[in-house]
């Protein structure tokens, strides 16, 4: 069994994409490929949480337009 991956961010910190965001059918109402947030976009980690199968952090981030989009470690930097 792998060991669960330790979140790299927190809980209210602020973020920046490192790519642009695509829907990956997790937004039903948004056009498949649509761009939820360009790279460069900045947001606030609401909530972290885990992918159980692969055991690494995903963190929810809240966006100004109020999206809120699940991302990885490797799609987000700290500010």
């Known amino acids: ?5 330790q979140p790299k961010y927190q809980w209210g910190q602020r973020v ?7 829907n990956d059918g997790s937004f039903p109402d948004a056009a498949p490929d ?3 947030a360009p ?9 972290v949480g885990m992918h159980v199968e692969a055991n690494l952090p995903v963190y929810l ?3 100004p337009d109020r ?3 699940g991302c990885r470690e490797e ?3 700290a500010l």
């Open 16 to 22: 920046r994409t490192l790519e642009d965001l695509i």
């Open 34 to 36: 649509l761009v939820l």
């Open 39 to 47: 790279a460069g976009a900045v947001g606030e980690i609401v909530q």
């Open 75 to 77: 799609e987000i930097t």
């Open 61 to 63: 981030v809240e966006f």
């Open 1 to 5: 069994m792998i060991e669960p991956r």
């Open 67 to 69: 999206r809120v989009i």
